[in-house]
Nanobody, 117 residues
Framework: QVQVVESGGGMVQPGGSLRLSCVVS????????VRWYRQAPGKEREWVAG????????NYAVAVKGRFTVSKDNAKNTSYLQMNSLKAEDTAVYFC??????????WGQGIQVTVSS
């Protein structure tokens, strides 16, 4: 059974940085792609960033491109989301999802990120 656990959230001032981690167990992590999502209060969950299984391809939502960086360390079964130049509108619960064909996926429980002065 695949388990996904996020960590590294918290409160930070505007302009600050946080690094989220997503640790995966019960799976051959190198065969899974990773997607990061977030959900702000009263809003739908939105996709933030993604990285391919071997880490060679990344992509980002327009709102975070140039500020967030997604990475993957297959040796540590961990994906990271480095978030810089944080804004109040980045406040949300952040989720990590791992997926691979054929149709296998697992979500983490989410981690709160609050950007406030």
């Amino acid at each position: 059974q695949v388990q996904v656990v996020e960590s590294g959230g918290g409160m930070v001032q505007p302009g600050g940085s946080l690094r989220l981690s997503c640790v995966v167990s019960g799976a051959t992590f190198s065969t899974y792609a990773v997607r990061w999502y977030r959900q702000a209060p009263g809003k739908e969950r939105e996709w933030v960033a993604g990285i391919s299984s071997v880490g060679g391809v990344t992509n980002y939502a327009v709102a975070v491109k140039g500020r967030f960086t997604v990475s993957k360390d297959n040796a540590k079964n961990t994906s990271y989301l480095q978030m810089n130049s944080l804004k109040a509108e980045d406040t949300a619960v952040y989720f990590c999802k791992v997926l691979r064909l054929p149709g296998l996926e697992a979500w983490g429980q989410g981690i709160q990120v609050t950007v406030s002065s």
